[in-house]
């Protein structure tokens, strides 16, 4: 079993930035794909941003391209939302998810079902 444990949100202003940290802890796998994903209520969850392992890919969502960056710290098993320039559309709750997979093929990445491991979540709330 793998644990995985969110931090970092909280409610700003449009604007602002947050920055999210996901640590992962118990039968970590030598090598995993990260990501966030995030939930608005009345809305399905949708993927937000993801890393593999190897090769070392980034993925993003388009809503968030250019305003996001995710990163991730394998030897302390974490990995990293920075969100800048926030719009009261990023209001959410953010998961944090672990696949057991090196790299991602497709789409797969934006994918829920290929994930294996969540978090409880963060939320996520910018004022207008």
């Known amino acids: 079993q793998v644990q995985l444990v969110e931090s970092g949100g909280g409610l700003v202003q449009a604007g602002a930035s947050l920055r999210l940290s996901c640590t992962a802890s118990g039968r970590i796998p030598g090598n995993y794909g990260m990501g966030w994903f995030r939930q608005a209520p009345g809305k399905e969850r949708e993927p937000v941003a993801v890393?593999?392992?190897?090769?070392?890919?980034?993925y993003y969502a388009d809503s968030v391209k250019g305003r996001f960056t995710i990163s991730r710290d394998n030897a302390r098993n974490t990995v990293y939302l920075q969100m800048d320039s926030l719009k009261p559309e990023d209001t959410a709750v953010y998961s944090c998810?672990?696949?057991?997979?090196?790299?991602?093929?497709?789409?797969?990445?934006?994918?829920?079902?290929?994930?294996?491991?969540w978090g409880q979540g963060t939320q996520v709330t910018v004022s207008s």
């Open positions: 890393t593999s392992w190897s090769p070392i890919s980034t």
């Open positions: 998810a672990c696949a057991l997979t090196a790299r991602f093929f497709g789409r797969t990445w934006a994918n829920p079902n290929a994930y294996d491991y």
